[in-house]
């Protein structure tokens, strides 16, 4: 079993920056790809990017492609997400999710095996 507790939410103006982090624990993260998802008010759960277990292949949608990136410390069982430019519509509870059987570019919340409770971004305009 994986825990992970998100953290680095909060208010931001439009134009704006915020990281992320996703501390994990109990049982051998670094063995974990690893993603992040956001759902908005309303809406359904939305890929946001993921990462393979060594930290050196990445996977974005297009909507955040050249302004956020995900990384990883396995030394510190922790994964990012550096979020620049905010948007408005970048505003969600952002959730770290994990699993063993992930692959680079799966987007499927149901492939994801270990979540955290989200963290609220709020972008203003």
């Known amino acids: 079993q994986v825990q992970l507790v998100e953290s680095g939410g909060g208010l931001v103006q439009a134009g704006g920056s915020l990281r992320l982090s996703c501390k994990a624990s109990?049982?051998?993260?670094?063995?974990?790809?690893m993603g992040w998802f956001r759902q908005a008010p309303g809406k359904e759960r939305e890929f946001v990017a993921n990462?393979?277990?060594?930290?050196?292949?990445?996977y974005y949608t297009d909507s955040v492609k050249g302004r956020f990136t995900i990384s990883r410390d396995n030394a510190r069982d922790t994964v990012y997400l550096q979020m620049n430019t905010l948007k408005p519509e970048d505003t969600a509870v952002y959730y770290c999710?994990?699993?063993?059987?992930?692959?680079?570019?799966?987007?499927?919340?149901?492939?994801?095996?270990?979540w955290g409770q989200g963290t609220q971004v709020t972008v203003s305009s």
């Open positions: 109990g049982r051998t993260f670094s063995n974990y790809p």
């Open positions: 990462i393979n277990w060594s930290g050196d292949r990445t």
């Open positions: 999710a994990g699993g063993a059987r992930l692959r680079v570019g799966d987007r499927n919340p149901r492939l994801y095996d270990y």
